[in-house]
């Protein structure tokens, strides 16, 4: 059953950029530290950023560090991830969840309401 809805994927050439959203129709995301994450076919799941529920504080994985920007709009209840001088090495399905115990994890078993992903594609 998935709760959070991921959209923004798609194809774009190396150096491009992509804005991903994740949102929600019954769940108020603002209540949650909101991770991304990001899956390549036969590895675990990876945290790219999260974002804090108290301070809009993010964190950021050490690949994407520079390129990648996390933010809130809770008007709109959306949290978005701005990605920017894309690499072939960022293809993957990306994915929202909410942090449980809201400290920002690392671990994708403290995420829950995952959403189906959205798939990105960087052709070199």
């Known amino acids: 059953q998935y709760r959070f809805v991921e959209s923004g994927g798609g194809l774009v050439p190396a150096g491009g950029s992509l804005r991903l959203s994740c949102t929600a129709s019954?769940?108020?995301?603002?209540?949650?530290?909101i991770g991304w994450f990001r899956r390549v076919p036969g590895k675990e799941r990876e945290r790219v950023s999260c974002i804090s529920r108290s301070d809009g504080t993010a964190t950021y994985g050490d690949s994407v560090k520079g390129r990648f920007t996390t933010s809130r709009d809770n008007v709109k209840n959306t949290v978005y991830l701005q990605m920017d001088n894309l690499k072939p090495e960022d293809t993957a399905v990306y994915y929202c969840?909410?942090?449980?115990?809201?400290?920002?994890?690392?671990?994708?078993?403290?995420?829950?309401?995952w959403g189906q992903g959205t798939q990105v594609t960087v052709s070199s």
């Open positions: 969840g909410a942090d449980f115990w809201a400290v920002c994890s690392v671990e994708e078993s403290a995420y829950v309401y």
């Open positions: 019954d769940i108020s995301l603002d209540e949650y530290d």
